[in-house]
């Protein structure tokens, strides 16, 4: 039988990995953000 310790570290093993992603995309989100900065572009054209 599969014993409670194996179970979770599988459960924790697949949390990790969801967690890993979320803060992954929230990161990629961020720069995406400062490399297209409305507030440069404006500063360049003065």
Do not use: Q
């Amino acid at each position: 039988m599969i014993g409670i310790r194996t179970i979770g570290r599988f459960f924790m093993f697949i949390l990790g990995g969801i967690i890993a992603i979320i803060v992954g995309s929230f990161m990629i989100r961020g720069t995406m953000h400062l490399w297209d900065n409305p507030d440069s572009d404006e500063k360049k054209e003065k």
